[in-house]
């Protein structure tokens, strides 16, 4: 019998850079492939954008940048996390990009630079409301000229704090600044939308779109249907079914009552697989395009499920269950877990294995 695995479909991907592609008008857009793509597997996701036209990534750590490195020899890599003084020699070995979110590390590079005898490559980080990394406006306006000389100013970028919510006055107030602060700077490609901010409009979309959550399947406008393909379920076997002769109750706690006549079918996935405990009650699965409800708690590495509704031989040892693939998908799973699907896939567990779906191959 198959363990349970999580199924990745590279073609969604794909076709979701496509639409937000579509959504961009003419300025690019980059994918952000941050903690391992989202907990998808950057490498093979990064190839697979790389493959539909994606030139430009956004990774978090200098370690990230790296591994992707040996896979994207080409690509433009930029690494959030801004320098410090011990990273420089890999930043540059390995030709990747550094985010500089203070006036320290526009020093650190732009002396790295004069060492080296050419400006190097940097995004410079605008801090316009999120107050998490950045330059601030008082710091921008203090940045000397012959400093920001000495760095080839490739990107300038800054962080919606409220994007999901459309009509959160922080949005326009966001841009606002942006454009101001980014005016005194020299002239580069600008950036501020990641998926719910390329959804506000072409007001926010500046030169250059950084999604994540869009490219995989989470809705980038939350409240309204979602204009993204599901790209991620796990899929495991029933591995037994109950009948029960008497009214009882299942899983830990004895928490659920089920009356004589249910059928209670288990399935190997549970917490430790990154199905949060707390998605249990109100959860469902899908079983054969139908949905069936998760009864009892989630354990580590189990959860059972209500069949009854489905008729005998629907449901028996072996039967493929789909999680994750409901109604809602991801986005309900998280919500009914109190947390969001950023959370939920990040968290996936690497006990699935990961089974990559790619039909047209580029
Ligand atoms: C994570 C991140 C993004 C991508 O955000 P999504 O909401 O996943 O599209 C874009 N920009 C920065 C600076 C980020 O940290």
């Known amino acids: ?3 349970a695995a999580l199924l990745i479909d590279l073609d969604a991907i794909a076709a979701n850079y496509a639409r937000l592609r579509a959504e961009a008008g003419g300025c690019r857009v980059a994918a952000v492939v941050k903690a391992d793509a989202y907990g998808l597997g950057a490498e093979r996701v990064a190839a697979r954008l790389w493959a539909a036209g994606c030139a430009d990534f956004f990774v978090a750590r200098l370690a990230e940048g790296l591994a992707l490195r040996r896979h994207l020899p080409k690509a433009r890599i930029v690494v959030l996390e801004g320098p410090v003084p011990c990273e420089v020699a890999d930043f540059v070995a390995a030709a990747l990009v550094p985010t500089l979110n203070t006036p320290g590390q526009v ?21 316009t409301g999120m107050c ?39 949005n326009p107030l966001q841009a606002a600044r942006f454009s101001e602060m980014s005016r005194r700077l020299p002239a580069a490609p600008r950036s501020l939308a990641n998926s719910s901010g390329i959804f506000l409009g072409t007001a926010y979309h500046f030169d250059l779109l950084r999604p994540g959550a869009a490219l995989y399947g989470i809705n980038p ?3 309204r249907p979602n204009p993204m393909q599901p790209v991620v379920r796990i899929r495991a076997p029933v591995l037994q079914v109950h009948r029960l002769d008497a009214p009882g109750t299942v899983g830990y706690g004895a928490a659920h009552a089920t009356s004589s006549g249910s059928r209670i079918a288990t399935v190997g996935v549970g917490y430790a697989d990154g199905y949060m405990r707390a998605a249990g009650t ?18 580590m590495d189990l959860m059972t499920l209500d069949v009854t509704a489905l008729g005998e031989h629907e ?10 693939a409901g109604p809602g998908g991801i986005d309900r799973v998280a919500e009914v877990a109190g947390t969001i699907g950023y959370e939920l896939l ?14 047209t191959g580029a």
Not at 132 to 156: F, H, K, N, Q, W
């Open 107 to 127: 020093e650190l590079w732009g002396d790295a630079g004069r060492r080296l005898e050419r400006p190097l490559p940097a995004a410079l980080h605008l801090d």
């Open 282 to 299: 109100g959860g469902v699965a899908v079983i054969a395009g139908r949905e069936v409800p998760i009864v009892g708690r989630i354990s």
């Open 315 to 324: 449901v028996e040892t072996g039967t493929p269950v789909d999680l994750l």
């Open 221 to 223: 406008t939350p409240g």
């Open 1 to 3: 019998m198959p363990e």
């Open 132 to 170: 998490r990394l950045g330059i601030s406006a008082t710091e921008a306006a203090g940045l000397d000229a012959d400093r920001l000389r000495a760095i080839d100013v490739a990107l300038v970028m800054s962080h919606l704090a409220c994007a999901e919510e459309t009509a959160n006055p922080m």
């Open 346 to 359: 990040t968290r996936l567990g690497q006990r699935l294995r990961r089974v990559y779906l790619e039909a």
